[in-house]
T-cell receptor, first 107, second 115 residues
Framework: DAKTTQPNSMESNEEEPVHLPCNHS???????IHWYRQLPSQGPEYVIH???SNVNNRMASLAIAEDRKSSTLILHRATLRDAAVYYC????????FGTGTRLQVFP | EPEVTQTPSHQVTQMGQEVILRCVPI?????FYWYRQILGQKVEFLVS????????KSEIFDDQFSVERPDGSNFTLKIRSTKLEDSAMYFC?????????????FGPGTRLTVL
């Protein structure tokens, strides 16, 4: 299983963009890069995933480095509801959660 | 919007007792999972299940644990003889797509308290 490195915490103001980085230098060639988040007292929630190309969906964008050893989750306009722990998870099926990045969003 | 449901929301049991945690995955999903999260710790993978058999299991998933899909809709996790350290939030998840990726939908969890 690929190891990941994420900042323990990040802060943002509401309505501002947020860039959440992740290093996954041991990722294998077949691993997808998943991002999940966990709001307080809830189960994990899917955010986005990709393999090689950048991806966009209604929640976020995922920028994947050309060598795939790192990626960045982009929340275009943070809201208070985006305050959560964000997990970057390389893999193909089972999800191996690390400690993630705790995002605080201030009004 | 379809969702994964889990029952009960909270289960309290005595050490050594058997518990069964129940999950109803989304109806057209093919892959099923159990995870657990001890209070204040990481979410941990327990087991994955596909085509009526276990695909993969973690070291945590020892002989005390079993999973079953008894009737094509429910997906259950049984712990035969609970220990204090089994106290945790247990999450069920399901996924639709074949291949190695795709969104896993998580249920709200069952909080298991072993006394």
């Amino acid at each position: 299983d690929a190891k990941t490195t994420q900042p323990n915490s990040m802060e943002s103001n509401e309505e501002e963009p947020v860039h959440l980085p992740c290093n996954h230098s041991t990722i294998s060639g077949t691993d997808y890069i998943h991002w999940y988040r966990q709001l307080p007292s809830q189960g994990p929630e899917y955010v986005i995933h990709g393999l090689t190309s950048n991806v966009n969906n209604r929640m976020a964008s995922l920028a994947i480095a050309e060598d795939r050893k790192s990626s960045t989750l982009i929340l275009h306009r943070a809201t208070l509801r985006d305050a959560a722990v964000y997990y970057c998870i390389p893999g193909t099926d089972k999800l191996i959660f690390g400690t993630g990045t705790r995002l605080q969003v201030f009004p | 919007e379809p969702e994964v449901t889990q029952t009960p929301s909270h289960q309290v049991t005595q050490m050594g007792q058997e518990v069964i945690l129940r999950c109803v995955p989304i109806s057209n999903h093919l892959y099923f999972y159990w995870y657990r999260q001890i209070l204040g710790q990481k979410v941990e993978f327990l087991v994955s299940f596909y085509n009526n058999e276990i695909s993969e299991k973690s070291e945590i998933f020892d002989d005390q644990f079993s999973v079953e899909r008894p009737d094509g809709s429910n997906f259950t996790l049984k712990i035969r003889s609970t220990k204090l350290e089994d106290s945790a939030m247990y999450f069920c998840a399901s996924r639709e797509t074949t291949g190695g990726a795709g969104e896993q939908f998580f249920g709200p969890g069952t909080r298991l308290t072993v006394l």
